[in-house]
């Protein structure tokens, strides 16, 4: 499948750049237009403390690197189908830990071609705790947890207007990461550090066609997905683990559990407006899946109690998954003012799975089937009650059904289990003018039996909002915002408020933003955990208490001269004690024949007390040309 993958991909890839590079020869009459950019420059980066932090939040590297590109053609004179618009931008090129390249071709009335290639890096290596404080010889102090990937993106789409009723569309994306990261996992009793490759693939193709009458169109759509992970864990050489007087040592251990899947799915949507005011909407979704699973394991070494570990098992398995799901909306205008809204959507899932060790012997052999029945019935109505004030609300009601049944070494788990969520939501809109906004909203909803233990029962969402503009240049905004979850059945409770401030103002020659933002988070668990006949309490609490202010200006103070700076500062007294501060700073300045020079500084100042910090500076020099 990989190869496959990478084949479409890499003739898709060809073809776009062919495309640009055709576009960039198109010669120019004198009834054509065609403007463009291009920014070069140097970046310096000078780091003291944890380079590993700054890798984490910033990544950035000294060198030159083109910090964006970009054309746009649009000809007078589109006869045929010559393109109304075709646009190319590239931003970050060089090195960047974040590369974006895109194309844009246009025949307005006739096609639509985009495409985009993003390459993000990421990277997260961590200390948690002191290590001066812990046994060093048990811990390296730091998370064994790491990763250092790359990922990949390539999306691409075409509209193609057929006549003035039918429209064709297509749709590609593909994603790929690759690179390393580390984990921790349990051999015998003992906890072993280990490798584990990141190589993941995921392709999507949609392919869908629509027709319109007067007053009814159809959109039908059919979607392929394809996942290859290539999932393993390794050990890189022999080790004692975590404690080195323990009697469990590896001298080699490998797993592997690679899997990929391929769907498809069948999709029609039908819109209908039999009357001028009452549309109506109905969705009709089928999709299929199929999943292939490969593990095995291989371990040497001494076990828990001292006698050898010779182990290799290894097993296949799979999934089928199919679902379908009917969906349908309408809504009535019953005045001017009063408009009411109602859905009901239906959904059944049947899932069945398998994974073999051995096919002879029950007992290295599982199983599972999964029956889920869903229905949600969704009702609305928005109401103008005065020319400044609107009112709207509704009410949800969900009902499920699910049947499982797990069997492995012969043991059987069965559950049968209804269950019913139901909630309202409610919003208010006050507006005495044009210059002043009020807004408030309330939802909440609660479900009888959640699935899990670490979902919520109830959650309830406050939101209230304001905003006031004056001289038509200055602006104020606030918002507060209340969420409360909560499960019973296992005494999980997460509640978070937040408030936020901005003051704006925009003219010419001057732009101001000053913000605030206050977050108060609280996470409790009180979790019961079970040793034999023994249960203990295992209360998990954590709080974040963050302040953020931020504040931002952009003044043009001659013709010529641009000067732009920002400024944020980030606190957290919670659980975890962290502060950054970032200042930036950039003038720009237009010299003759289009070009402009650009100087810009960057300060971070990040600590996690008592753990980790860095300083970083970054200054950038550039040079732009416009045409």
């Given amino acids: 499948?990989?190869?496959?993958?990478?084949?479409?991909?890499?003739?898709?890839?060809?073809?776009?750049?062919?495309?640009?590079?055709?576009?960039?020869c198109i010669p120019l009459r004198a009834d054509e237009q065609f403007s463009g950019h291009f920014e070069l420059g140097i970046r310096e980066v000078n780091i003291?403390?944890?380079?590993?932090?700054?890798?984490?939040?910033?990544?950035?590297?000294?060198?030159?690197?083109?910090?964006?590109?970009?054309?746009?053609?649009?000809?007078?004179?589109?006869d045929g189908m010559k393109p109304d618009r075709a646009e190319f931008d590239a931003t970050g090129l060089g090195g960047d830990p974040y590369q974006n390249?895109?194309?844009?071709?246009?025949?307005?009335?006739a096609y639509q071609f985009g495409y985009q290639h993003q390459k993000s890096d990421y990277f997260y290596q961590d200390i948690?705790?002191?290590?001066?404080?812990?046994?060093?010889a048990a811990s390296i102090a730091g998370d064994f947890h790491t990763f250092d990937y790359e990922r990949l993106s390539d999306k691409a789409f075409l509209n193609l207007q057929m006549s003035d009723?039918?429209?064709?569309?297509?749709?590609?994306?593909?994603?790929?990461?690759?690179?390393?990261?580390?984990?921790?996992?349990?051999?015998?009793?003992?906890?072993?550090?280990?490798?584990?490759?990141?190589?993941?693939?995921t392709e999507n193709i949609d392919v869908g066609v629509e027709y319109t009458w007067d007053k009814v169109s159809v959109e039908f759509h059919e979607r392929w997905r394809e996942l290859d992970n290539a999932a393993s864990v390794f050990l890189q050489g022999a080790s004692v683990g975590s404690s080195p007087t323990g009697p469990t040592q590896l001298?080699?251990?490998?797993?592997?559990?690679?899997?990929?899947?391929?769907?498809?799915?069948?999709?029609?949507?039908?819109?209908?407006?039999?009357?001028?005011?009452?549309?109506?909407?109905?969705?009709?979704?089928?999709?299929?899946?199929?999943?292939?699973?490969?593990?095995?394991?291989?371990?040497?070494?001494?076990?828990?109690?001292?006698?050898?570990?010779?182990?290799?098992?290894?097993?296949?398995?799979?999934?089928?998954?199919?679902?379908?799901?009917?969906?349908?909306s309408s809504a009535y205008t019953l005045t001017d003012r009063v408009r009411i809204t109602a859905s009901l959507r239906e959904q059944h899932l049947e899932q069945e799975a398998l994974i073999s060790f051995d096919p002879l012997n029950d007992q290295l052999?599982?199983?599972?089937?999964?029956?889920?029945?869903?229905?949600?019935?969704t009702l609305g109505i928005e109401a103008q009650i005065a020319t400044r004030v609107t009112l709207g609300g509704g009410w949800l009601s969900e009902k499920r059904k699910v049947d499982y049944l797990q069997s492995s070494v012969q043991v059987s788990d069965m559950l049968d289990e209804n269950s019913r969520s139901n909630g309202f939501w409610f919003k208010a809109r006050y507006r005495p003018g044009k210059f002043l906004d009020l807004g408030i909203s309330v939802e909440d909803d609660s479900i009888d039996d959640a699935f899990t233990l670490t979902s919520p029962t109830d959650v309830q969402r406050y939101r209230l909002s304001a905003r006031l503009r004056w001289n038509d240049s200055w602006s104020l905004s606030a918002t507060q915002h209340w969420r409360d979850r909560k499960n019973s059945n296992s005494d999980w409770k997460y509640d978070s408020s937040q408030t936020d401030f901005r003051l704006s103002h925009n003219s010419e020659r001057l732009a101001l933003s000053l913000g605030a933002s206050f977050?108060?988070?609280?996470?409790?668990?009180?979790?019961?955990?079970?040793?034999?006949?023994?249960?203990?309490?295992?209360?998990?609490?954590?709080?974040?208490?963050?302040?953020?202010?931020?504040?931002?200006?952009?003044?043009?103070?001659?013709?010529?001269?641009?000067?732009?700076?920002?400024?944020?500062?980030?606190?957290?007294?919670?659980?975890?004690?962290?502060?950054?501060?970032?200042?930036?700073?950039?003038?720009?300045?237009?010299?003759?024949?289009n070009y402009s020079l650009k100087l810009g500084f960057h300060n971070t100042d990040y600590k996690e007390e008592p753990l980790e910090a860095f300083d970083s500076e970054v200054w950038e020099i550039a040079l732009r040309r416009s045409w």
């Fill in 48 to 78: 003291t403390g944890d380079k590993y932090k700054y890798k984490q939040h910033l990544n950035l590297e000294s060198g030159a690197r083109v910090f964006a590109l970009g054309f746009k053609f649009r000809p007078e004179n589109t």
């Fill in 365 to 377: 052999n599982g199983n599972s089937d999964w029956d889920i029945d869903s229905s949600r019935v």
């Fill in 165 to 201: 009723r039918g429209k064709f569309m297509f749709a590609f994306d593909r994603t790929h990461k690759s690179g390393e990261s580390t984990t921790v996992l349990d051999v015998s009793r003992e906890e072993f550090e280990m490798e584990k490759p990141i190589d993941e693939t």
């Fill in 1 to 24: 499948m990989n190869h496959r993958i990478m084949r479409t991909s890499g003739l898709l890839a060809s073809g776009f750049f062919a495309g640009i590079v055709l576009l960039s």
């Fill in 128 to 136: 948690l705790f002191d290590s001066i404080e812990e046994d060093h």
């Fill in 251 to 328: 001298n080699d251990f490998f797993l592997g559990q690679s899997y990929a899947y391929d769907s498809r799915e069948h999709q029609i949507t039908i819109t209908a407006k039999p009357a001028t005011r009452w549309q109506i909407k109905a969705d009709v979704l089928i999709a299929k899946l199929d999943m292939d699973i490969n593990s095995a394991e291989d371990a040497q070494g001494t076990d828990f109690s001292g006698a050898p570990l010779n182990q290799f098992v290894e097993g296949v398995g799979g999934a089928d998954r199919d679902t379908r799901q009917f969906y349908l």
């Fill in 101 to 109: 390249i895109s194309v844009a071709v246009q025949k307005y009335g």
């Fill in 519 to 593: 977050v108060d988070l609280n996470y409790n668990i009180d979790q019961i955990v079970t040793a034999g006949f023994r249960q203990d309490l295992f209360p998990i609490v954590y709080k974040a208490d963050t302040d953020s202010w931020d504040g931002s200006a952009r003044w043009r103070f001659t013709d010529r001269f641009l000067l732009s700076a920002s400024y944020r500062d980030y606190k957290n007294k919670g659980s975890f004690r962290v502060a950054r501060e970032d200042v930036r700073v950039a003038l720009e300045f237009d010299i003759p024949r």
